[in-house]
């Protein structure tokens, strides 16, 4: 369903309009293709006080001594910068937080529209509440940012737990990239070291294996060919009577079509042989349904056969695949939550339960299956996405649904896409047991 609206803004008189009647003005976003590699602007790096990291970040541009990426040309020349990245690792008091305002501040109104802020902060500490305070206050001021800073850019904080600054290359290469366009107002939190990135950067998942359940359609369908385009071999799963679209998109990137209901009770064999090997490198659990009702007027049956698609086959097969080995060492699984699993949403009690529950099992799982498997688990959490499932959503709540963000429009499914293999590719080992939102800073549960 195309959102007329945004169109709309994007036309003289529909930016005259809603600048004169105070309406949402969503900036055309600009995402990753061909066309659009990179943001197509310096980065900047700025300091807040001293670092506390053991040597710079890892930012992919060159930087000059003075901390900006790319032009050699004059001031007057230098194009605006697309993107600002602040280590605040340092920040330890609340005085330190003079040195975040100094920093940014000055570069707030030349940041180029579709730009990225990124503040590098530490976990706030359990001994010193001092530091705990300073680093916390940096959520909400990155939070206020993404809701301010309109025009169609971000800001997002990413807390180091360590001082190796290779941690976060991963996380920085994506949040500097048209990759993460519907990424805003998140907290990303990374733990432990962080394997070099692949050698092909333009095929990080090369010689992987990935199965993604809900493939035919939608969302499934995207990051099935996202993953593709990354190098991977990509098992698609889906029911059986989706049939021609499942074929469809597995011809489509050359990979193989599993037509199975992954409520069955041998869904976990199946999946087992119809691997090369019998193993794989990435799962992804995006299959989901909503039977929405409030709960006065919802059935046994609607309540379970949300629950069974979107958690329990989840935990079973998780379980299934792990318990034999079947996901390979450095391997990952993401599953997919929703901000209703956060907010909660009337008419979706069962939804929200089962979203809420993926949550509760990648955070619990997620260290225990990187020691004992060498796996990463993470969740997506979609925020509003223009599929056939917000398509069949009654118009005002999708209406809502689409401007109730600090970037005023729905996401696509390829912004999910696009996290999803953010978060299965090898090189962001450090993050684990992390639920991003991929919702353009949604009000819902914000
Ligand atoms: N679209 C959104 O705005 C949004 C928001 C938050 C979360 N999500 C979640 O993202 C995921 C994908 O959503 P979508 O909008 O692409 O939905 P969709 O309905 O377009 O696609 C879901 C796919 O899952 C498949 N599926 C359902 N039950 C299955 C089963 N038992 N076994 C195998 N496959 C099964 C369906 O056949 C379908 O192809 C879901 O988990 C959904 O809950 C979507």
New binding site residues.
């Given amino acids: 369903m195309a959102d007329r609206y945004l169109h709309f803004t994007g036309t003289p008189p529909g930016r005259f309009l809603t600048r004169r009647l105070g309406l949402p003005r969503p900036a055309p976003l600009r995402r990753f293709g061909p066309a659009a590699t990179d943001l197509g602007g310096p980065v900047i790096l700025r300091t807040a006080g001293r670092s506390a990291l053991d040597g710079p970040l890892p930012l992919d541009e060159p930087l000059t001594p003075d901390g900006t990426a790319g032009t050699a040309g004059t001031q007057a020349e230098a194009p605006r910068p697309a993107a600002v990245v602040l280590d605040a690792t340092g920040v330890a008091g609340v005085a330190d937080l003079a040195g975040v305002h100094s920093a940014l501040h000055p570069l707030m109104r030349s940041l180029a529209p579709g730009g990225r802020i990124v503040v590098v902060g530490a976990r706030p500490s359990a001994d010193d509440h001092h530091q705990a305070a300073a680093q916390q206050a940096l959520e909400g001021f990155t939070r206020s940012l993404a809701k301010e800073t309109g025009g169609g850019r971000t800001a997002n904080l990413v807390r180091l737990t360590s001082p190796d600054p290779a941690a976060a290359a991963s996380t920085l290469r994506f949040l500097l990239s048209p990759k993460s366009a519907y990424v805003s107002g998140q907290v990303l939190e990374l733990t432990g070291t962080a394997p070099a990135a692949a050698a092909d950067p333009a095929r990080p998942l090369a010689g992987r294996t990935a199965l993604v359940?809900?493939?035919?359609?939608?969302?499934?369908?995207?990051v099935a060919e996202v993953l593709a385009r990354d190098g991977a071999r990509v098992i698609c799963?889906?029911?059986p009577?989706?049939g021609a679209?499942?074929e469809r998109t597995a011809d489509a990137l050359d990979g193989t079509a599993l037509p199975?209901?992954?409520?069955?009770g041998d869904?976990a064999d199946r999946i087992v042989a119809a691997l090369p090997g019998g193993e794989l490198d990435i799962l992804v659990?995006?299959?989901?349904?909503?039977r929405d009702r409030r709960l006065a007027n919802m059935s046994a049956d609607r309540w379970s056969q949300v629950l069974?698609?979107?958690l329990a086959?989840v935990l079973d097969t998780t379980d299934a695949l792990l318990k034999r080995g079947a996901v390979r060492r450095g391997g990952s699984v993401v599953a997919?939550?929703?901000?209703?699993g956060i907010a909660g949403n009337t008419g979706q009690t069962n939804?929200a339960a089962?979203?809420a529950g993926v949550i509760g099992l990648v955070r619990s799982l997620a260290p225990r299956a990187a020691a004992a498997h060498g796996v990463t688990v993470n969740a997506?959490?979609?925020?509003?996405?223009?599929?056939?499932?917000?398509a069949a959503v009654p118009l005002f709540i999708r209406e809502a649904?689409r401007r109730m963000n600090s970037l005023a429009q729905?996401?696509l499914?390829v912004d999910?896409a696009e996290a999803t293999a953010y978060l299965a590719d090898p090189a962001s080992g450090a993050v684990n047991g992390q639920v991003l939102r991929v919702?353009g800073q949604s009000l819902l549960g914000a």
């Fill in positions: 359940t809900g493939a035919a359609r939608g969302i499934g369908a995207a799963l889906d029911v009577g989706a679209d499942l199975l209901d992954i409520t069955t869904a659990h995006n299959a989901g349904i909503t069974d698609v979107n086959a997919t939550a929703s901000i209703a939804y089962s979203k997506v959490a979609p925020g509003f996405i223009e599929t056939r499932m917000t649904g729905g996401g499914p999910v919702c």
